[in-house]
Each structure stands twice: as structure tokens, then as C-alpha cells.
């Protein structure tokens, strides 16, 4: 299986900051590499696809970036809304696999 | 507006079989483009993806889990299903029923999900 790694596992920002969340692949996956956000009690929601690639609906403030086995997910301009947890998930071959999750908090 | 709705009991005993459905409204199970998956997620494991099935039929499912696991459609009720045998404690979690899009396989459309304790 190919292992997803997510840093770091938690992560204090305050309104307005700008944040990056890194994920690594055990191998290479291109970029079959998605992400996804989780509110508490709420079901995962996706918000990028292809390592780079904006989901329906999605603002821009969302962005993802990376190949190969190192990948980005940065957030603009952090709104209360944004504080949640965040997962990345390889696409690239069964078993699909996700990270262990980002959680991201209000400082 | 597609929506994925799961059901099935909510708790299970040691050694049975946990069974769950899918009831999908608004698309079809057989349209093109899109895997039927099931993900299940617990405090200890996280995120774990469980298998899917194809419009044609075909599954995959997650080797970790594949002598146990079976999955199945009913294309007139335009549900998919789940069955996992012999549960244990650590199959305790929140199993979401998931639209998986063929090509990226990402999962854009997820039930609510329905929460499955193991327990005698």
C-alpha cells in the first residue's frame, strides 16, 4: 500500500494568516492526489483533485500544488469557517489511501 | 442533485456480519463515470477506503480487508451494499457510502454516513 504522510498533524493559525499543509507519498503517485475538508460531525468534503485542481464550488483561496510524492495544500486568508481538519487521499492505485489528517486551529 | 444515503443497524455483535445498503437518488448506479465506494473512518485508523464497485459490476476491494468484505447492487432499487464478516471490536466506526469519479478517483459526493459499534 502506498503510505500518505501529512505535516503536521496539527497546526495553530490565526484569522487572516496564510497556511501550508505539506503530504508525502511513499511513491510516486503523479498527480493522482486529493484533498479533502472535515468539519467536526460533518462528512468529508473534497476541495481539491489532481494535486491542483479546484473542485466545483471551491474558492480560490484553496490551492494545491506538487507531483511526484511531495504535495501542498495552502489556505489565503484564514476565515473562521477554514478551522477544521484536512486530509490528503492517493488516487494513483488501490488500496486508495489517506493521510492521518492536519488539524487546524484558531491560535 | 445526487445524494447518497446509507442504513443499516447501528450496532453488531463480535464474529457476525455487519451489513449496510446504499440508497442512491438523483443518478443512477449504472450511468458512466463514477465508482460506488464505501470508506469507513474510526479514532484509531482514520480514513480507510474498503472497496467499490463498478456500474458494470466489477469491485475492487481493499486487500486488508478482502476475506472479509464483499460488496453487491441492485440496480432496480439503485442501491449498493456492503457486508463485512466476522467484526470485531475494530471494526467500530463511521462508514460512509461514497460517489467516486472514475479517471481521478476522487470521492466528491459522500452519504452522512451511519456509525456501526462492534459489541456484545
Known amino acids: 500500500d502506498i503510505q500518505m504522510t501529512q505535516s503536521p498533524s496539527s497546526l495553530s493559525a490565526s484569522v487572516g494568516d496564510r497556511v501550508t499543509i505539506t503530504c508525502r507519498a511513499s511513491?510516486?503517485?503523479?498527480?493522482?492526489l486529493n484533498w479533502y475538508q472535515q468539519k467536526p460531525g460533518k462528512v468529508p468534503k473534497l476541495l481539491i483533485y489532481?494535486?491542483?485542481k479546484s473542485q466545483s464550488g471551491v474558492p480560490p483561496k484553496f490551492s494545491g500544488s506538487g507531483s511526484g510524492t511531495h504535495f501542498t495544500l495552502a489556505i489565503a486568508s484564514l476565515q473562521p469557517e477554514d478551522f477544521a481538519t484536512y486530509y490528503c487521499q492517493q488516487s494513483a492505485t488501490t488500496p486508495y489511501t489517506f493521510g492521518q489528517g492536519t488539524k487546524l486551529e484558531i491560535k | 442533485q445526487i445524494q447518497l444515503q446509507e442504513s443499516g443497524p447501528g450496532l453488531v455483535k463480535p464474529s457476525q456480519t455487519l451489513s449496510l445498503t446504499c440508497t442512491v437518488s438523483g443518478g443512477s448506479i449504472t450511468s458512466g463515470g463514477y465508482y460506488w465506494s464505501w470508506i469507513r473512518q474510526s479514532p484509531g485508523k482514520g480514513l480507510e477506503w474498503l472497496g467499490n464497485i463498478w456500474r458494470s459490476g466489477s469491485k475492487n476491494y481493499n486487500p486488508s480487508l478482502k476475506s472479509r468484505l464483499g460488496m453487491s447492487r441492485d440496480t432496480s432499487q439503485n442501491q449498493f451494499s456492503l457486508k463485512l464478516s466476522s467484526v470485531s471490536v475494530a471494526d467500530t466506526a463511521m462508514y460512509y457510502c461514497?460517489?467516486?469519479?472514475?479517471?481521478?478517483?476522487?470521492?466528491?459526493?459522500w452519504g452522512q454516513g451511519t456509525m456501526v459499534t462492534v459489541s456484545s
Open positions: 489532481d494535486a491542483s
Open positions: 511513491q510516486s503517485i503523479s498527480t493522482y
Open positions: 461514497v460517489r467516486d469519479r472514475d479517471g481521478d478517483n476522487a470521492f466528491d459526493i
